[in-house]
C-alpha cells in the first residue's frame, strides 16, 4: 500500500519580514546581553562613587593624625636623649624610651589595620580603588586590603552587596551562556567545519543515500534487533520517497541548528583558562614586581573568587602623586570581570561535554545488555 505524503518546501520570507524579525532579535539580544553588561558597569560606577563620598574624608581624618603622632614621637626620644645625656638613670631611659617605642608601634599597627597606605598621600579611596573595591564586593572576592571602616560604609557595604550579588550572578549566567554559544560556533566552523554548508551538506547527503541504498537493497529485518529494526524501517520507507532536492531542504536546516550538537572537549576548556591565567600574571607581574609564579597565584584566587588578600594589587600599580588617576586599577578590574565570565562559558561547555560522556556510556551500557540477551 502507498502512502502519499506532502512535503512542503521551505519559502523564504519576505524582505520586510527578515528585516522586522533581525530587528526583534537585535533588541531582545541588547535587552537580554548587552543591556545587563552595562546595568553591571553602571551600578559598580555608582558603588565607588558612594562609597568614595562616604569613606574618603573619613579615612584620610585618620592617617592625617599619623603625621603628628610622628612629630610627637620624635620629640620624645628627643626629651629621653637631652636626659640621658645630662647623666641620668640608664634604666630609667630605658624604661621610658621602650614604653614610648611600643605606644608608638601600636599606633602604627592600627592605623595599618585601619587602611593606613603608610605615606601621606590622600589616594586610598580614590574613584579608581573604589571602583575596584565594589567589583570585589558583589562578586565576593572580598581581598580585604581596603575596606569600609565608618558604620554608614558598612551599612551601605551590606546593601550594596544585597543588590549586586544577585545582579553579578544574572550576569555570569547571561554572558556566560552567550560565549559558550558562540565558542561552540567558532569550533565546529573552525575545528570541525560542521557547520560549513558545502561539507555538511556533501556528508549527510552521502549519510542518506546510503540509507536509501539500504532500502532499495531489501535489507534483512534479521540483521537487526526489534527496537533497531524498527526504527530504521520507519526512517528508511520515508527517506526512499524523497528526491535529493527535498533532502537539500532538510539538510539545511539541520545545518542552521548544528551548533546546538556541538561538545567543546574539557581540554580546550582548560586551555582556554591556563591561558588567560598566564596572560593576567605577565600583566600583574609587570605592574606590582612580582614573580610569574605569584601572578598564576593572584590570578587564579581572583577568577576562582576565593580571595584570601595575601597578595593584592595596589603597591607599585598605586600612583605616589594622588592628582592622577590611576588607570591600572580600571584594567584590573575589567580583567576580574571578562575573566570571571570566561570560566562560565568553560564551566558551562565542560558541563555539556561531560553529560555528552555520561549519556555515551549509558547507550553503551544499554547496547552490552541487548547483546547478552
Given at each position: 500500500?502507498?502512502?502519499k505524503?506532502?512535503v512542503r518546501?521551505?519559502?523564504k520570507?519576505p524582505?520586510?519580514e527578515r528585516?522586522k524579525?533581525?530587528?526583534?532579535?537585535f533588541?531582545a539580544f541588547?535587552?537580554s546581553n548587552?543591556?545587563?553588561i552595562?546595568?553591571?558597569?553602571l551600578?559598580?560606577l555608582?558603588?565607588a562613587s558612594?562609597?568614595?563620598?562616604?569613606?574618603e574624608?573619613?579615612?584620610?581624618d585618620?592617617w592625617?593624625?599619623m603625621s603628628?603622632n610622628?612629630n610627637t614621637?620624635?620629640?620624645?626620644?628627643w626629651?629621653?636623649s637631652?636626659?640621658q645625656l645630662?647623666?641620668k638613670d640608664?634604666?630609667?631611659?630605658?624604661?621610658?624610651?621602650n614604653k614610648?617605642?611600643?605606644n608608638?608601634?601600636?599606633q602604627?599597627v592600627?592605623?595599618v589595620?585601619?587602611?593606613?597606605?603608610?605615606n601621606?598621600?590622600?589616594?586610598?579611596?580614590?574613584?579608581e580603588?573604589?571602583f575596584?573595591?565594589?567589583?570585589t564586593?558583589i562578586?565576593?572576592i572580598?581581598?580585604?586590603?581596603?575596606c569600609?571602616?565608618?558604620?554608614?560604609g558598612?551599612?551601605?557595604?551590606i546593601?550594596?552587596?544585597?543588590?549586586?550579588?544577585?545582579l553579578?550572578l544574572?550576569?555570569?549566567?547571561n554572558?556566560?551562556?552567550?560565549l559558550?554559544k558562540?565558542?561552540?560556533?567558532?569550533?565546529?566552523?573552525?575545528f570541525?567545519c560542521?557547520i560549513?554548508?558545502?561539507v555538511a551538506?556533501?556528508r549527510?547527503l552521502r549519510?542518506?543515500?546510503?540509507?536509501r541504498?539500504?532500502?532499495q537493497?531489501?535489507?534483512?529485518?534479521?540483521?537487526?534487533?526489534i527496537?533497531?529494526?524498527?526504527?530504521?524501517?520507519?526512517?528508511?520507507?520515508?527517506?526512499?520517497q524523497?528526491?535529493?532536492?527535498?533532502l537539500?531542504?532538510?539538510?539545511v536546516?539541520?545545518?542552521?541548528?548544528?551548533t546546538?550538537?556541538?561538545?567543546?572537549?574539557?581540554?580546550i576548556c582548560?586551555m582556554?583558562m591556563?591561558g588567560?591565567i598566564?596572560m593576567?600574571?605577565?600583566?600583574f607581574?609587570?605592574?606590582?614586581?612580582?614573580?610569574?609564579?605569584?601572578?598564576c597565584?593572584?590570578c587564579?584566587?581572583?577568577?576562582?573568587s576565593?580571595?584570601?588578600?595575601?597578595?593584592?594589587?595596589?603597591k607599585?600599580v598605586l600612583?605616589?602623586?594622588?592628582?592622577?588617576f590611576?588607570?591600572r586599577?580600571i584594567?584590573?578590574?575589567?580583567?576580574?570581570?571578562?575573566?570571571?565570565a570566561?570560566?562560565?562559558?568553560?564551566?558551562?561547555?565542560m558541563?555539556?561535554?561531560?553529560?555528552y560522556k555520561?549519556?555515551?556510556?549509558?547507550?553503551?551500557?544499554?547496547r552490552?545488555?541487548?547483546?547478552?540477551r
Amino acid at each position: 500500500m502507498e502512502r502519499k505524503r506532502s512535503v512542503r518546501r521551505r519559502q523564504k520570507k519576505p524582505f520586510a519580514e527578515r528585516a522586522k524579525e533581525h530587528c526583534r532579535q537585535f533588541t531582545a539580544f541588547m535587552f537580554s546581553n548587552v543591556g545587563i553588561i552595562i546595568l553591571v558597569v553602571l551600578y559598580m560606577l555608582a558603588g565607588a562613587s558612594m562609597f568614595k563620598l562616604i569613606e574618603e574624608e573619613t579615612a584620610n581624618d585618620k592617617w592625617a593624625d599619623m603625621s603628628r603622632n610622628r612629630n610627637t614621637f620624635a620629640y620624645q626620644l628627643w626629651n629621653l636623649s637631652s636626659v640621658q645625656l645630662n647623666g641620668k638613670d640608664r634604666s630609667t631611659f630605658d624604661y621610658e624610651f621602650n614604653k614610648t617605642l611600643v605606644n608608638y608601634q601600636k599606633q602604627i599597627v592600627d592605623a595599618v589595620r585601619g587602611g593606613w597606605p603608610g605615606n601621606d598621600e590622600r589616594v586610598q579611596w580614590g574613584l579608581e580603588r573604589a571602583f575596584l573595591y565594589s567589583l570585589t564586593v558583589i562578586t565576593t572576592i572580598g581581598y580585604g586590603n581596603i575596606c569600609t571602616r565608618t558604620e554608614i560604609g558598612k551599612v551601605a557595604t551590606i546593601v550594596y552587596a544585597m543588590i549586586g550579588m544577585p545582579l553579578f550572578l544574572l550576569y555570569l549566567s547571561n554572558i556566560g551562556d552567550i560565549l559558550a554559544k558562540s565558542f561552540k560556533w567558532i569550533y565546529a566552523k573552525v575545528f570541525l567545519c560542521r557547520i560549513c554548508p558545502g561539507v555538511a551538506k556533501r556528508r549527510a547527503l552521502r549519510e542518506r543515500r546510503k540509507i536509501r541504498a539500504l532500502a532499495q537493497n531489501n535489507i534483512n529485518e534479521r540483521d537487526y534487533h526489534i527496537e533497531e529494526a524498527l526504527e530504521n524501517i520507519s526512517t528508511i520507507s520515508s527517506i526512499s520517497q524523497r528526491s535529493d532536492e527535498d533532502l537539500e531542504d532538510d539538510i539545511v536546516e539541520d545545518i542552521e541548528g548544528a551548533t546546538n550538537t556541538v561538545t567543546v572537549p574539557i581540554t580546550i576548556c582548560l586551555m582556554i583558562m591556563t591561558g588567560y591565567i598566564l596572560m593576567g600574571s605577565l600583566i600583574f607581574c609587570m605592574w606590582e614586581g612580582w614573580d610569574f609564579f605569584d601572578g598564576c597565584y593572584f590570578c587564579f584566587i581572583s577568577l576562582s573568587s576565593i580571595g584570601f588578600g595575601d597578595i593584592v594589587p595596589g603597591k607599585k600599580v598605586l600612583s605616589q602623586n594622588s592628582d592622577k588617576f590611576e588607570w591600572r586599577f580600571i584594567v584590573c578590574a575589567i580583567y576580574l570581570l571578562l575573566g570571571m565570565a570566561l570560566i562560565a562559558m568553560c564551566f558551562n561547555l565542560m558541563q555539556e561535554q561531560v553529560i555528552y560522556k555520561i549519556r555515551a556510556v549509558k547507550r553503551s551500557i544499554r547496547r552490552c545488555f541487548r547483546c547478552d540477551r
